[in-house]
């Protein structure tokens, strides 16, 4: 096949539709919608036309029916147990799914930047879905309750979003088996899913942005970007943390939003394909005559529109990505044009909309990532899975793995943080030799 338009003719604007939550404008996440919407992608299942109000009178009805003549006031206590103070919702995660009911459009009933972020997390799990059947143990009452919401539940559809072949495999892999580990402890993912995808959403976000220039070194890797925890000093003599951290990341946003765009045009029909897998095909195909000239014409017809500095046709695949990357980027640059602030607006609502729990400003130290102390219990269980417990250096690596690195300074930190918590095991003095547990 080849691998890019056979007709590929730059547009007047710059468009994005994949890969990326972040628009210049209308990026107001509603969590709760989200956690909801990615709990129906994962079970297939959703809520449709049925407010808690409906469900709280079939409720009603239900347990009349079981009490008949033996009620003597029963319900008025089911009410103030589960209904008057909205506990009813902490009974199952099924209960998220009256979040995210939508009909038709998803975009136009949950919102486009719900739905966008949704998406994100769908490329992420890919077709993994989940045992509609969550184990929990329940008392009799809130089991007739759940099954009143079992019989309104409904299959959602098996294609929620454009399918997107995933930009970064090894946090796609450590996604799902967060999920599934998730999804064998329902309480804890009742209290803690969505938690757990604001994590992944900056994690993405920030190995994306690290990763968007390295498009011919084949399949992205996890790279270095340093956090400190919140209960630390932050100082300008933390190498790592000044260099790889915040720094680092917003430098690298700045390519998001032009490299993503350019990928946009290169695109055939069919799932969406990052841009390091696109390189990979067009310098696998074997005509590089035909298609060194489509790029070389439309890096031509774009320079001419962008008004940018004209460019010798390229003679490799390479050069030719390397002007495309180059000309996607450069024409944000001129502080004259309006497409300088275009750019800058999406990073500032990457910063603001989705790194926000992770940026805090620490005097002469300037901004730094942070993690603070539910983030770090949080991804310390997920690191940890279906073990029981990880050596030190182990869990290090998967928090790494996940996108969240520490210097040795903020390692100390976080291990007397476990000694406080008391899930920490010293066989010995050595390192090696202590142990991390879960805490559930």
Known sequence: MYPIPESIVPADDNKLDSYFPIRSKGNEFDWGVITGLILSYILRLQIKNYSIEDFRSECEKHMSELLGSHDHGFLAVLERMYFSTNDVLKISPLFLLFKAQYNGSGKATLGASNWR?????????GDQKTESELPQKLNFLEVEILNVLSARLKPAAEVLFAEERPYLPYLAEKFKLDISFLSGHPTYLLEHLEDALKLYAFSYCSQLALNIRAWKEGCPVSRKLYFILDSEKASAERSMVQNHGYKMFSKASEYLFPILSALEVLQLQGSKRPLWQVYDECNSYSDHVQLLTDLNNYLSAFIELRVLPKQAPSTTVEEAFTQLEKVAVGQFRDEKTKRSDVNKKYMIALEDQIGAEFIQSRGRAGRVLVLNQDQLVLLTNLSIGLRDKLRLHEL??????????????SQQVLVSFYERMGNIERMSDSGDAVYVRKTI
């Open 117 to 125: 972020m949704g998406a994100l997390f769908a490329s992420l799990l």
């Open 396 to 409: 290090i690596d998967e928090f790494r793995s996940r996108g969240f690195y520490l210097d040795s300074q």
